[in-house]
């Protein structure tokens, strides 16, 4: 197990920023490759981004392109999403996960462990 507790979700008005962190504690997780993803109300869990383990390579949903940035600490067990210039359709739980075979992948399914979520709403 890989306990994954996100936080810095909150409201901003559109246009604005938010970093949202994800810490690890336990596993190996500088050997998981990270990946952050959303879900608005009555919608399906979406992809946003993806980082290697070693953080040398990421991987973004295109609504996200240019706007988000995933950086990783691994001496503090931590993932980190920097969201830039956000607009009311980002509003939704974010949640980052981990994939112990360390691919940069974009499904739900590929991922072995789960945070409980942080709420990101963008007023417009």
């Known amino acids: 197990q890989v306990p994954l507790v996100e936080s810095g979700g909150g409201l901003v008005q559109a246009g604005g920023s938010l970093r949202l962190s994800c810490a690890a504690s336990?596993?190996?997780?500088?050997?998981?490759?990270m990946g952050w993803f959303r879900q608005a109300p009555g919608k399906e869990r979406e992809f946003v981004g993806a980082?290697?383990?070693?953080?040398?390579?990421?991987l973004y949903a295109d609504s996200v392109k240019g706007r988000f940035t995933i950086s990783r600490d691994n001496a503090k067990n931590t993932v980190y999403l920097q969201m830039n210039s956000l607009k009311p359709e980002d509003t939704a739980i974010y949640y980052c996960?981990?994939?112990?075979?360390?691919?940069?992948?974009?499904?739900?399914?590929?991922?072995?462990?789960w945070g409980q979520g942080t709420q990101v709403t963008v007023s417009s």
């Open positions: 336990g596993g190996t997780f500088n050997r998981y490759a």
């Open positions: 980082i290697s383990w070693s953080g040398g390579r990421t």
């Open positions: 996960a981990a994939d112990v075979e360390s691919k940069l992948v974009r499904r739900v399914y590929e991922y072995d462990y």
